[in-house]
Protein backbone atom coordinates (compact mmCIF):
# COMPACT_ATOMS: atom_id res chain seq x y z
CA UNK A 1 0.00 0.00 0.00
CA UNK A 2 3.21 2.13 0.60
CA UNK A 3 4.19 2.14 -2.84
CA UNK A 4 0.77 3.14 -4.20
CA UNK A 5 0.02 6.54 -2.03
CA UNK A 6 4.21 6.95 -3.18
CA UNK A 7 3.17 6.85 -6.83
CA UNK A 8 -0.14 8.77 -5.95
CA UNK A 9 2.38 11.49 -4.78
CA UNK A 10 4.56 11.51 -7.62
CA UNK A 11 1.59 11.46 -10.39
CA UNK A 12 0.06 14.46 -8.28
CA UNK A 13 3.68 16.34 -8.08
CA UNK A 14 4.37 16.54 -11.45
CA UNK A 15 0.45 17.26 -12.24
CA UNK A 16 0.84 20.60 -9.68
CA UNK A 17 4.27 21.21 -11.34
CA UNK A 18 2.39 21.23 -15.03
CA UNK A 19 -0.25 23.34 -13.88
CA UNK A 20 2.18 25.70 -11.77
CA UNK A 21 4.18 26.33 -15.13
CA UNK A 22 1.33 26.71 -17.05
CA UNK A 23 -0.36 29.51 -14.61
CA UNK A 24 2.94 31.45 -14.13
CA UNK A 25 2.79 31.20 -18.36
CA UNK A 26 -0.26 32.45 -18.13
CA UNK A 27 -0.16 35.93 -16.30
CA UNK A 28 3.62 36.64 -17.20
CA UNK A 29 2.68 36.35 -20.87
CA UNK A 30 1.13 38.91 -23.48
CA UNK A 31 1.25 37.04 -26.46
CA UNK A 32 -1.90 35.16 -27.44
CA UNK A 33 -1.04 31.97 -28.57
CA UNK A 34 1.69 31.42 -25.46
CA UNK A 35 -1.16 31.95 -23.14
CA UNK A 36 -3.35 29.74 -24.81
CA UNK A 37 -0.51 26.91 -24.81
CA UNK A 38 0.14 27.98 -20.89
CA UNK A 39 -3.68 27.20 -20.85
CA UNK A 40 -3.73 23.87 -22.25
CA UNK A 41 -0.36 22.59 -19.94
CA UNK A 42 -2.78 23.91 -17.08
CA UNK A 43 -5.38 21.26 -18.15
CA UNK A 44 -3.07 18.57 -18.40
CA UNK A 45 -1.48 19.03 -14.81
CA UNK A 46 -5.38 18.58 -13.96
CA UNK A 47 -5.78 15.66 -16.26
CA UNK A 48 -2.80 13.82 -14.71
CA UNK A 49 -4.24 14.69 -11.04
CA UNK A 50 -7.56 12.84 -12.21
CA UNK A 51 -5.54 9.81 -13.79
CA UNK A 52 -3.87 9.46 -10.76
CA UNK A 53 -6.78 9.76 -8.46
CA UNK A 54 -8.66 7.36 -10.57
CA UNK A 55 -5.78 4.98 -10.80
CA UNK A 56 -5.37 4.85 -6.76
CA UNK A 57 -8.98 4.55 -6.21
CA UNK A 58 -8.98 1.32 -8.81
CA UNK A 59 -12.00 3.24 -10.37
CA UNK A 60 -12.00 4.67 -14.55
CA UNK A 61 -14.53 7.89 -13.61
CA UNK A 62 -10.51 9.95 -13.79
CA UNK A 63 -9.69 8.49 -17.22
CA UNK A 64 -13.36 8.75 -19.05
CA UNK A 65 -13.13 12.46 -17.56
CA UNK A 66 -9.69 12.81 -19.14
CA UNK A 67 -10.89 11.70 -22.53
CA UNK A 68 -13.85 14.30 -22.13
CA UNK A 69 -11.35 16.50 -21.28
CA UNK A 70 -9.63 16.04 -24.33
CA UNK A 71 -12.19 16.22 -26.98
CA UNK A 72 -13.33 19.24 -25.30
CA UNK A 73 -9.54 20.61 -25.33
CA UNK A 74 -9.43 19.73 -29.03
CA UNK A 75 -12.09 21.66 -30.02
CA UNK A 76 -11.69 24.66 -28.11
CA UNK A 77 -7.63 24.21 -29.66
CA UNK A 78 -9.82 24.39 -33.08
CA UNK A 79 -11.87 27.47 -32.52
CA UNK A 80 -8.92 29.37 -29.96
CA UNK A 81 -6.76 29.25 -33.62
CA UNK A 82 -9.42 30.57 -35.56
CA UNK A 83 -10.12 33.46 -33.10
CA UNK A 84 -6.17 33.93 -32.81
CA UNK A 85 -6.05 34.29 -36.74
CA UNK A 86 -9.10 36.67 -36.99
CA UNK A 87 -7.64 38.92 -33.94
CA UNK A 88 -4.38 38.97 -35.53
CA UNK A 89 -5.96 39.77 -39.13
CA UNK A 90 -7.73 42.81 -37.53
CA UNK A 91 -4.95 44.35 -35.39
CA UNK A 92 -1.80 43.05 -36.95
CA UNK A 93 -0.31 41.91 -33.30
CA UNK A 94 -1.11 38.75 -30.96
CA UNK A 95 -0.37 41.01 -27.65
CA UNK A 96 -3.13 40.91 -25.23
CA UNK A 97 -2.48 44.60 -24.40
CA UNK A 98 -4.04 45.87 -28.13
CA UNK A 99 -7.66 43.95 -27.33
CA UNK A 100 -8.42 45.92 -24.09
CA UNK A 101 -9.95 48.46 -25.55
CA UNK A 102 -12.75 45.86 -26.19
CA UNK A 103 -13.26 45.74 -21.84
CA UNK A 104 -16.83 47.48 -20.59
CA UNK A 105 -16.90 50.57 -21.12
CA UNK A 106 -16.92 51.27 -17.31
CA UNK A 107 -13.87 50.01 -16.76
CA UNK A 108 -10.54 52.22 -17.16
CA UNK A 109 -8.31 51.62 -19.89
CA UNK A 110 -5.42 49.87 -19.93
CA UNK A 111 -2.05 51.95 -19.45
CA UNK A 112 1.20 49.95 -20.68
CA UNK A 113 3.92 51.55 -18.58
CA UNK A 114 7.74 50.72 -20.10
CA UNK A 115 10.02 49.56 -17.59
CA UNK A 116 12.73 51.70 -17.21
CA UNK A 117 16.24 50.56 -19.17
CA UNK A 118 19.35 50.41 -18.05
CA UNK A 119 21.77 53.15 -18.41
CA UNK A 120 24.18 52.80 -21.60
CA UNK A 121 27.58 51.79 -21.45
CA UNK A 122 29.86 53.03 -23.31
CA UNK A 123 31.70 50.32 -26.23
CA UNK A 124 34.70 49.56 -25.10
CA UNK A 125 37.92 50.36 -27.39
CA UNK A 126 39.76 46.97 -27.86
CA UNK A 127 42.69 47.02 -29.35
CA UNK A 128 42.54 46.17 -32.99
CA UNK A 129 45.69 43.82 -34.90
CA UNK A 130 46.40 44.90 -38.68
CA UNK A 131 44.86 42.77 -41.12
CA UNK A 132 47.17 39.89 -42.02
CA UNK A 133 48.58 39.91 -45.47
CA UNK A 134 48.46 43.08 -46.26
CA UNK A 135 51.57 45.32 -46.83
CA UNK A 136 52.18 48.10 -45.48
CA UNK A 137 52.30 51.85 -47.52
CA UNK A 138 56.20 52.68 -48.10
CA UNK A 139 57.09 55.73 -49.49
CA UNK A 140 59.41 54.39 -52.91
CA UNK A 141 61.74 57.15 -52.35
CA UNK A 142 63.10 54.09 -49.37
CA UNK A 143 62.65 51.48 -51.46
CA UNK A 144 64.70 52.48 -54.49
CA UNK A 145 67.06 55.40 -53.59
CA UNK A 146 69.77 54.32 -51.15
CA UNK A 147 71.35 58.07 -50.10
CA UNK A 148 74.72 56.43 -48.43
CA UNK A 149 76.20 53.67 -50.90
Same mark, same amino acid.
Given at each position: ?? #?????? #??? !?? +??? !????? *?????? &? %? ?6 ? !?????? !? #? *? +? ?7 ? $? ?6 ? #?? @? ?20 ? @?? %??? *?? @? ?7 ? %?? &?? @? ?8 ? *??? /????? /? ?19 ? $????
Amino acid at each position: MD #QEIVLL #QNY !LT +VGA !LLFGI *GMIGFL &S %RRNMIVMF !LSAEMM !L #Q *G +VSLSLVAWG $RFHNDFGG #QM @LVIFIIAVAACEAAIALALVLM @LF %RRR *GS @LDVAVWHAL %RE &SN @LPEFVDHELP *GEP /AEEPV /AWPALPKAGLLPEVPPEETEY $RPHV
